[in-house]
């Protein structure tokens, strides 16, 4: 018991203090991208080997102002585009707040300054009302690699305590304020999670997690996956609150969803 008593002093706090505490990513880590403003780049290269590079097809070349376009909804970070860019045109910053509130706000383009990048705002007042300080929320893996699941999962443990922000994932979708869509959707899971949304009772939000809950991911027209939320068969199911990333930092996600609610961030 002693030994005990003197590890935990030893250890001191070791939940962070988001948003407060300085945030020390790796120094791999990938953030939002940064497209050179530059026409000359993309116009003197004509080999468009980051188009042709990207496995998600997240990299549109737009031929009339000669520039791209990446949608992080599709982009898995994997920086394939800027070993194949012999103009230097894509970088990746290391800004984590990525989440959006709608798909159209998942672009990012030349003209788009870091500080211009529109990220999630908060629900509406009378949801806040309701869901502002205590959010439960039922996570549903649609086909997901555990990747995604794991950084949602993580979020629980003492470093991050999503606890003491109100948020808490529960069983049962009669006890859920929303659903968290993680995976592309693969056929087998279609039923379930129609059913699963069904199942929360209204006033419900939708958060979707991740490359594939976007757009498919790296599943894009597989045949046995749903291309995620961009699919036809979903676009019945409203959502509330878009997470980029393959799989998203944990960081990532807190922001969104405490943007979601509307705490000061
Ligand atoms: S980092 Fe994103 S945009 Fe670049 S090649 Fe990979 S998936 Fe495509």
């Not at 120094?27 to 290269?45: D, F, H, K, M």
């Amino acid at each position: 018991m002693f030994d005990t008593i003197v590890e935990r002093i030893k250890q001191k706090k070791r939940t962070i203090k988001f948003p407060d505490d300085k945030i020390s990513l790796p120094t791999n880590y990938r953030g939002l991208p940064r497209i050179s403003e530059s026409t000359e780049n993309c116009n003197s290269c004509e080999t468009k080997l980051c188009t042709n590079s990207c496995p998600t097809k997240a990299i549109n070349y737009i031929v009339d102002t000669r520039k791209i376009k990446i949608d992080l909804g599709k982009c898995i970070f994997c920086l394939q585009c800027i070993q194949n860019c012999p103009t230097n045109t894509i970088s990746f910053s290391k800004n984590y707040r990525l989440s959006t509130s709608t798909r159209a706000d998942l672009f990012c383009s030349p003209d788009l300054s870091l500080s211009e990048y529109k990220l999630a705002t908060a629900l509406h007042k009378s949801s806040l009302k309701i869901f502002g300080r205590s959010l439960q929320l039922r996570e549903v893996s649609a086909g997901g690699c555990n990747a995604c699941e794991a950084d949602t999962n993580v979020l629980n443990t003492l470093s991050f305590d999503l606890a003491r922000f109100g948020i808490k994932f529960v069983a049962s979708p009669r006890h859920a304020d929303g659903i968290l869509v993680t995976g592309p959707v693969s056929k087998n899971m279609h039923l379930a999670l129609i059913k699963t949304y069904n199942s929360i009772p209204s006033p419900k939000f939708v958060i979707a997690v991740g490359a594939c809950a976007i757009s498919g991911g790296i599943f894009q027209e597989a045949s046995e996956a749903h291309n995620g939320f961009d699919d036809e068969n979903l676009q019945d199911i409203h959502v509330d609150l878009f997470i980029p990333g393959c799989p998203p930092h944990p960081l990532t996600i807190l922001d969104g969803l405490l943007r979601l609610i509307g705490k000061k961030i």
